[in-house]
């Protein structure tokens, strides 16, 4: 397997830091969970910060608004990706705890002080840790389990497999080869 530890974060590592996160005493809980919703929905910075009360599905599932930049009159384009039950519920419970209104963001915080509080939490661990890292290193997590380059590519929101062929590099050999025949095998039969 291809040996990239900088380019993306341990399961370990992302309970670190959401750990570290929970220490702060006004905005623990907030950073704590936000931390987890980042690597678990493989969701882009803009797309957590959105979730909603209504958002979190009763399904177990998360819908994600995707559409980075709306041209007037366009429809609001969603994918719904699986958590965890347990993030599930923290979601759910945080919501209730924080009385958060249909229609009201989850995490009131945004993009540059996520930036800000991922950099400094990364500096505890020694780390360059930013948003997007999450999004990646949850799409090699996934990857390495499954060998499922195609589900891969659906949680991501990816429009094209091209896009999601680049997290093959940290498959080893034969993992790689056999996400590539599965994923052919699709596309033939």
């Not at 623990?28 to 599905?57: F, H, W």
């Not at 209104?101 to 509080?117: E, M, N, T």
């Amino acid at each position: 397997m291809t040996n990239l530890k900088e380019g993306y974060l341990t399961e370990a590592e992302v309970f670190t830091l959401s750990q570290l996160a929970r220490q702060h005493p006004e905005t623990g809980a907030r950073d704590g969970l936000l931390i987890l919703a980042l690597y678990y929905t493989a969701a882009r910075v803009s797309e957590v910060l959105a979730i909603k009360p209504e958002d979190v599905l009763p399904s177990g599932n998360i819908k994600l608004n995707w559409q980075k930049h709306k041209p007037k009159g366009a429809q609001e384009r969603f994918r719904e990706v699986g958590v965890p039950a347990w993030l599930h519920e923290e979601l759910r419970k945080y919501a209730v705890e924080k009385k958060l209104k249909p229609g009201s963001h989850y995490f009131d915080i945004s993009r540059i002080a996520v930036w800000q509080l991922l950099d400094k939490l990364g500096r505890k661990i020694s780390r360059k840790v930013h948003p997007h890292l999450f999004r990646h290193s949850r799409a090699i997590s996934v990857l390495q389990k499954t060998n499922n380059l195609k589900y891969v590519q659906l949680m991501l929101g990816h429009t094209s497999i091209q896009s999601t062929m680049i997290y093959l590099n940290y498959l080893d050999s034969q993992n790689a080869a056999t996400a590539i025949k599965a994923l052919n095998e699709k596309r033939i039969g």
